[in-house]
């Protein structure tokens, strides 16, 4: 078909379209198979790329749980020594007032110190407030001589007739008749409250003097201190301490942190001390460089000690400056001796039971701390059963703080 017979405009665009390529030489260039399927993924690839610059959503992806907790947390996404958009330095004023927290939702991406998996963590706020009857139902409630009231909620404190939150909370220590003189052992069992689930099989595995640390975040923690303490176990709180790779890995909201003042760090513990009550003492969670600073750390254990509370190194950091600090302060201290899973085999785990046994026979008391992983406590539950058999009386925490203190 010539020109004359074609049927007008059918061929234009294409012979406009071959000059234009000629002109540019491209229509000398042959196009495989092969080279169309690359230029169609590189197509795919700049969409992509195109949406990720476009889409605010750097935690997209990542799982999420919901955690509850009470109302008078600070924002966490205005954590103190924090700048404006301009780079200017913002005062720190502590976290707000319980009263003054509006209702909604803090959201945070943390480290879960059992899995070591990386969550992000929303943490909605709770209007009735702490020790609000509706988180408090099945939680003892705390001795009130033993309590001050703070803008952020009730913590401990030393009763005026002296009487101290370590003993007044302490487990009974009971010795069976004719092992006074057996080698001691405690336990104590970390990361719990985040999950119902793994704190209710400590709870239905674990015997009485094995003691439980609870970081302050769970959505039923006080709950689930008050089952821990009627059933006769001595609860720890952990408080978020700063690690090396902070804030990669983030502990959780009010964090203590190097680069705080020693002011705005207690105004952060008050608030972690009034999640719940009827504690003994605190523990780390996390915090290799938090407790590896004098400056940064010395000031919480005053605190702790000022309150009539024990100090609890999960023995973690070979670096934590804890026990030379709670020494020259007088503050009843206890640092593991054994990180019971720090490898999480059942073969590692037995083998470290061992060797808390083993300091247990040489010194005459051993400390073990393990985390809330299923394995650790299926383990270490297992080996509970057989410990008194072995010769071994299990005692709780404060039976090792207090006795470090005094000897």
Sequence with gaps: MDDLSAPLGQKRPQRAAARWLGKLGLNRIPVTPIQALAGGLGLAVGA???????????????????????????????????????????????????????????????????????QQVVIPVNPAGPGSSSNTAS?????????????????PRIGADGARPS???????????????????????????????????ALTRLPGPVSFAFTPYGHEVDQLVGRARQAGHEVLLQAPMEPFDYPDNDPGPQTLLTS????????????????????????????????????????????????????????????????????????????????????????????ALGRLE??????????????????????VADWTKKAEARGFVLVPITAVAIKAKSS
């Design 260 to 351: 705080l003042t020693a002011e705005q760090n207690i105004d952060r513990m008050q608030w972690l001390m009034s999640r719940f009550q009827g504690y003994v003492g605190i523990a780390n969670f996390m915090g290799a460089r938090f407790t590896a600073s004098e400056s940064a750390l010395g000031p919480i254990l005053r605190e702790t000690g000022k309150r009539g509370l024990i100090f609890v190194d999960d023995g973690t950091s070979s670096r934590s400056l804890a026990g030379q600090i709670a020494g020259a302060n007088n503050i009843p201290f206890a640092k593991a001796d054994v990180v019971i899973d720090n490898v999480p085999t059942a073969a590692e785990i037995d083998r």
């Design 48 to 118: 992509v790329a195109l949406w990720a610059v476009a889409v605010d959503d750097p935690l997209g992806g990542e799982p999420m749980v919901v955690v509850a907790a009470k109302t008078g947390g600070a924002n966490a996404a205005d954590p103190a020594g924090a700048t404006d958009t301009k780079g200017n330095a913002r005062r720190y004023d502590g976290p707000p007032p319980t009263a003054a927290q509006p209702s909604g939702a803090q959201t945070v991406n943390i480290i879960d110190g059992a899995s070591g998996k990386s």
């Design 139 to 155: 939680a003892p409630p705390g001795d009130q001589h033993l309590l001050e009231k703070t803008r952020h909620g009730d913590v």
């Design 358 to 379: 083993a300091q247990a026979r040489e010194r005459g008391i051993a400390f073990g701390v393990l985390t809330a992983l299923p394995l650790a406590i299926t383990r």
């Design 167 to 201: 003993t007044a909370y302490a487990r009974p220590l009971a010795i069976p008749p004719g092992k006074a003189d057996a080698p001691r052992i405690a336990l104590v069992v970390t990361g719990l409250g985040i999950s119902t689930k793994a704190t209710n099989d």
